[in-house]
C-alpha cells in the first residue's frame, strides 16, 4: 500500500495568512493525488484533483502542486470559513489511501 | 447534477452483517469508466477506503477488510451495495459512498452513521 503522511497534522493561523500543508507519499505517485476539505458533521468536499486542478466552484486562495512523492496544498489568503481538516488522497494504485489529516484553526 | 445518497441500518448488533446501500440519482451508474466506492470514518478519526466497483463489476478491496467485506451494483436500479459481515465496535462510522472521477472521490453522499452495538 501507498502511504501518505501529511504535515503538520495541526495548524493555527490568523485570517490573511498563507498557509501551506504538505503530502508525502511512500512511493512515487505521479499526479494522482487529491485534496479534501471536511468541516465537523459534513463529508469531504473535493478541492484539488490531479496534484494541481481546481475542482469547480473552488474559491481560487486554493492551489495544489507537486509530483512525484511530494506535494502541497496552499491556501493564499486565509478566510474563517477555511476552518477545517484536510485530507490528501491518492489512486495512483488500489487501494486507494488518504494522509491523516490536518486540522487548521483560525487564531 | 449527481448525487449520492447513503441507507442502512444505524445500528447493527456485534457479530452481524451490516448492509448499505447508495443511491445515485442525476446520472446513471453505468456511464463511462467511473468506480463506485465506499469510504468510512471512525469517530473522530480519519477517512479509511473500504472498496470500489465498475458497473461491469470489476471491484477492487482494501486488504484489511477484504475477508468480510463485499460490494455488489444493481444497475437497474441505479445503486450499489456493501456488506461487511462479522462486524465488531471497531467497525463503528460514518460511512460515505462516493464515485471515483480523476482518481479522486466526487461528489459524496452525505454520510451515514452505523453504530455496532447490542
Known amino acids: 500500500d501507498i502511504q501518505l503522511t501529511q504535515s503538520p497534522s495541526f495548524l493555527s493561523a490568523s485570517v490573511g495568512d498563507r498557509v501551506t500543508i504538505t503530502c508525502r507519499a511512500s512511493q512515487g505517485i505521479s499526479s494522482y493525488l487529491a485534496w479534501y476539505q471536511q468541516k465537523p458533521g459534513r463529508a469531504p468536499k473535493l478541492l484539488i484533483y490531479?496534484?494541481?486542478t481546481l475542482q469547480s466552484g473552488v474559491p481560487s486562495r486554493f492551489s495544489g502542486s507537486g509530483s512525484g512523492t511530494e506535494f502541497t496544498l496552499t491556501i493564499s489568503s486565509l478566510q474563517p470559513e477555511d476552518s477545517a481538516t484536510y485530507y490528501c488522497q491518492q489512486l495512483n494504485s488500489y487501494p486507494i489511501t488518504f494522509g491523516q489529516g490536518t486540522r487548521l484553526e483560525i487564531k | 447534477q449527481l448525487q449520492l445518497q447513503e441507507s442502512g441500518p444505524g445500528l447493527v448488533k456485534p457479530s452481524e452483517t451490516l448492509s448499505l446501500t447508495c443511491s445515485v440519482t442525476g446520472g446513471s451508474i453505468t456511464t463511462g469508466s467511473h468506480y463506485w466506492g465506499w469510504i468510512r470514518q471512525p469517530p473522530g478519526k480519519g477517512l479509511e477506503w473500504i472498496a470500489s466497483?465498475?458497473?461491469?463489476?470489476?471491484?477492487f478491496y482494501s486488504p484489511s477488510l477484504k475477508s468480510r467485506v463485499t460490494i455488489s451494483v444493481d444497475t437497474s436500479k441505479n445503486q450499489f451495495s456493501l456488506k461487511v459481515s462479522s462486524v465488531t465496535a471497531a467497525d463503528t462510522a460514518v460511512y460515505y459512498c462516493a464515485r471515483t472521477v480523476y482518481s479522486s472521490l466526487d461528489p459524496w453522499g452525505q454520510g451515514t452513521l452505523v453504530t455496532v452495538s447490542s
Open positions: 466497483i465498475h458497473y461491469s463489476g470489476s471491484t
Open positions: 490531479a496534484a494541481s
